[in-house]
């Protein structure tokens, strides 16, 4: 018992041109008859996609924290700021909600963004049938958070525009931002690249036909 | 999806047209994460790499220390990183747990020091005041040894003066700390050359060791000759030679100073070593006098007052100072009343000033020999006034010739040095001399050799009177007997004015010896002309 679906009718749609057309049979590519575009039922090599983008953003969000974002030069002399020690500088200083908005947006979404994707794909690949609505829930609110995480690099790169008194003090981006910028940018295309109609496919919701070609 | 009831058939809709799939192998997505890990490996190598080693400093305080923040710098560059502190297990000492930077990890060696630097005054200078803004940070000085080390115990001052300053560290002994201090001036010729590095009590408290550094090239003018003394703020003395003030710089004045100078010939000795020990003398006066070696006690007794002679009044050998006066006594002796100055005599004084041998070396003699020899021809002590104004004395070494024969008793302890009369007593002499001088002048004899004159001319008057009185009285008759009386009268004068006549031979001796009394006083007002101050001072002998 299924629910009808594009791909459970043999249907699929030109992404470009919006024609509805019949699937061609076997493993072939598809070609809109109206356009000439490339017609895929669910984003091409998703799965390989996301992986291959989270484990980037893995990799990268070591030294993102390691590594300072910002230099600040100032009379009182230098000093390098790590992302986390900006959290820890503006929680000692006081101003704890700044703090805890700077930790939510550059520590925890990315974190928690590439475990959730992590445990998403995972899912997918283990064609897990539980909760299939609770997953796409998640990933939509991934879709959402996931530009706050820009937060810091925002930051930085004011201050770094507007702190320029020369000798008396001046900010300048480390390359620990780089890094950070490439972990947000890695993991929104990962998000992006994950098709959570795959979801469906693995829980069996959708009919007969193997959800998962290409 | 829901089916809506209104939309076409899908046997009406269009047919996908189909191309041969392209057969991919592993997708170009897998480049990225490649990419990643490879920046991660390489950053991950970079931070391994360039960590440098880890090492300890002790220090007693840890006061405005931050572990994370407090940098270590060489020469204003950052060059390691304070990482955490904690205490020693003794709770007597603070370690500091710092890291190095890479590059400056064969910074680390034996005799690396480090301090942390606050703001402070040194010398003349305010040093650190960078520190007051960017909070405290430790120096520190790379030694130059090649051996490594990870444990350091702190200094608690600033060195002066760092390892690659060139020049040579000096230890100046002293008895007493004066006033200088840490980063004091040391001058030569009124020149900075150099600082005092540190002070500390000799181990066993007998006194102050003072390391100072002195800057190359000036380095190069210390030698085994040179003398070190206190040019500590405003010397002002009264003595025999009037008021002197003495300063070596304003600088000097407010934070003290030590000054050098070299005796005799700089060329002639090598430069010192370094870490050569000198002493550091009170005053440029005392440092620059001789190296008193042997120093001969002697007596020194008067008949005069010697009211302005002073404990440490000098003694003097036409300009040289010789020796010091150490006490004063009065002695009764033969029923008088001699006042005794006892002095020390330095005898080398005199010898080392002279290029080559002294004299009395190449004779051969010893000190008391050649004292003997110098007392023979004539040389005596003798009190001096020193000075008009201040009316100091001092004690005067010198050749009188015609002093009556002394010796010098080397058995007497200390030994009795002879003695002449003081200057002063010495102008009543003079004019003694020339009171009896004048009186045996033969004033009389010259009184009565000219009365015995005056009284033949006055003979010669009264016959020339009785002459003229016969004239008158026996007029022209007796002309001619008048003129044969005359003859007779001119014989007469002719008789008393001859070469032979005793008028004559008197009248010139009375001459002779006022003649020579004049020159005799013509010959003092000269001399006192041209010495007045004899008239105080006295004559000097004659050399
Ligand atoms: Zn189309």
Same mark, same amino acid.
């Given at each position: ?7 459970? @009718? ?27 575009? @490339? ?11 996301? /992986? ?38 503006? /929680? ?33 690949? @283990?064609?897990?049938?539980? *909760?299939?609505?609770? *997953? ?42 780089? /890094? ?19 979801? /469906? ?14 | ?47 391994? %790499? ?34 955490? +502190? ?5 709770? $007597?000492?603070?370690?500091? =747990? ?70 040579? =560290?000096?230890?100046?002994? $002293?008895?007493?700390?004066?006033? +200088?201090?840490?980063?004091?001036? !040391? ?10 590095? %540190? ?43 009037? !008021? ?49 070696? !042997? ?5 020194? %007794? ?7 002679? %002073? ?28 006042? !005794? ?21 190449? =004779? ?98 009264? $016959? ?55 020159? $005799? ?9 041209? =010495? ?12």
């Amino acid at each position: 018992m299924s629910a009808p679906t594009a791909v459970g @009718r043999g249907l699929l749609a030109c992404s470009v041109c919006e024609l509805v057309m019949r699937a061609p049979s076997g493993a072939t590519q598809a070609i809109c008859p109206r356009c000439g575009a @490339r017609i895929h039922s669910r984003k091409p090599h998703s799965l390989a996609r996301t /992986w291959a983008l989270l484990i980037s953003a893995a990799v990268l969000y070591l030294p993102a924290n390691i590594e300072p974002v910002m230099i600040t030069t100032s009379i009182f002399g230098a000093q390098r700021d790590t992302i986390l020690s900006g959290v820890a500088y503006l /929680w000692t200083s006081g101003s704890w909600p700044l703090a805890v908005l700077v930790f939510f947006a550059s520590i925890s979404v990315p974190l928690l963004k590439l475990l959730a994707l992590a445990f998403l794909a995972t899912s997918v690949q @283990r064609r897990s049938t539980r *909760r299939p609505l609770a *997953r796409t829930r998640l990933y939509r609110i991934l879709e959402f958070i996931g530009r706050w995480s820009m937060l810091d690099v925002f930051v930085v790169m004011v201050l770094v525009a507007l702190v320029n008194l020369q000798a008396l003090a001046n900010v300048q981006a480390a390359r620990g931002v780089l /890094w950070f910028g490439c972990v947000v940018v890695l993991t929104m295309l990962a998000s992006m690249s994950f098709d959570p109609r795959l979801i /469906w496919d693995a829980a069996g919701e959708n009919d007969g036909r193997d959800a998962r070609r290409t | 999806m829901a089916e809506t009831p209104d939309g076409p058939e899908p046997g009406e809709l269009p047919q996908a047209r189909v191309v041969e799939k392209r057969r991919g192998g592993l997708p170009l997505v897998w480049i990225v994460p490649l990419v990643a890990l490879l920046i991660g490996a390489w950053l991950a190598w970079r931070s391994i %790499s360039e960590t440098g080693p880890a090492f300890v400093i002790t220090f007693k305080t840890a006061e405005g220390i931050e572990a994370g923040k407090t940098k270590i710098k060489y020469k204003s560059v950052d060059v390691g990183l304070v990482e955490s +502190i904690e205490l020693s297990r003794d709770r $007597s000492k603070v370690l500091i =747990h710092a890291r190095m930077e890479k590059y400056a990890a064969d910074y680390l060696v034996e005799d690396s020091r480090f301090w942390v630097v606050r703001p402070r005054i040194i010398g003349a200078s305010i040093q650190g005041l960078d520190t007051l803004l960017s909070g405290s940070f430790i120096g520190m000085d790379v030694g130059s040894s090649k051996t490594e080390r990870r444990d350091f115990s702190g200094l608690a001052e600033q060195p002066v003066v760092t390892a690659d300053d060139p020049g040579r =560290h000096f230890i100046l002994k $002293s008895d007493a700390l004066g006033s +200088i201090g840490l980063g004091s001036p !040391v001058y030569f010729r009124r020149f900075p050359v150099g600082e005092v590095e %540190s002070y500390q009590l000799d181990k066993d408290g007998q006194g102050v060791m003072t390391r100072v550094f002195i800057k190359a090239p000036y380095d190069q003018y210390v030698n085994a000759e040179t003398r070190f003394w206190e040019a500590s703020g405003i010397d002002l003395k009264l003595n025999a030679s009037g !008021v002197s003030l003495d300063t070596e710089s304003l600088a000097s004045i407010l934070v003290g100073g030590i000054a050098f100078q070299t005796r005799g010939d700089a060329k002639l000795a090598n430069p010192a070593a370094e870490n050569a020990e000198f002493r550091l003398f009170k005053n440029r006066e005392t440092a620059l006098s001789y190296e008193d070696v !042997v120093a001969m006690p002697f007596a020194f %007794s008067f008949k005069e007052s010697l009211r302005g002679l %002073s404990i440490g009044a000098p003694v003097d050998f036409r300009g040289i100072v010789v020796g010091e006066v150490t006490d004063i006594q009065p002695q009764f002796a033969n029923d008088a009343i001699y006042m !005794v100055a006892f002095a020390k005599v330095y005898p080398d004084r005199t010898a080392t000033r002279q290029v080559g041998e002294s004299a009395r070396l190449k =004779h051969g003699w010893t000190r008391e020999q050649a004292f003997d020899e110098l007392v023979k021809i004539g040389m005596r002590a003798q009190v001096r006034t020193g000075n008009l104004l201040t009316g100091q004395l001092y004690i005067a070494l010198d050749v009188f010739k015609g002093a009556k024969p002394a010796k010098i008793d080397w058995d007497e302890k200390p030994p009795r040095f002879p003695t002449i009369q003081g200057s002063l007593t010495g102008v009543e002499e003079n004019i003694a001399t020339i009171t009896k001088k004048l009186a045996a002048v033969p004033f009389e004899e010259i009184g009565e050799d000219l009365r015995r004159s005056l009284g033949e001319l006055e003979q010669t008057l009264k $016959s020339m009177d009785r002459l003229v009185k016969n004239l008158d009285q026996e007029t022209r008759p007796e002309v001619s007997e008048t003129l044969a009386d005359l003859r007779k009268s001119l014989d007469s004068v002719e008789r008393t004015l001859s070469q032979e006549a005793p008028l004559q031979q008197d009248l010139r001796g009375a001459l002779r010896e006022i003649s020579r009394a004049a020159a $005799s006083m013509r010959t003092l007002t000269d001399y006192l002309e041209q =010495h007045p101050e004899s008239l105080i001072r006295g004559k000097p002998e004659e050399k």
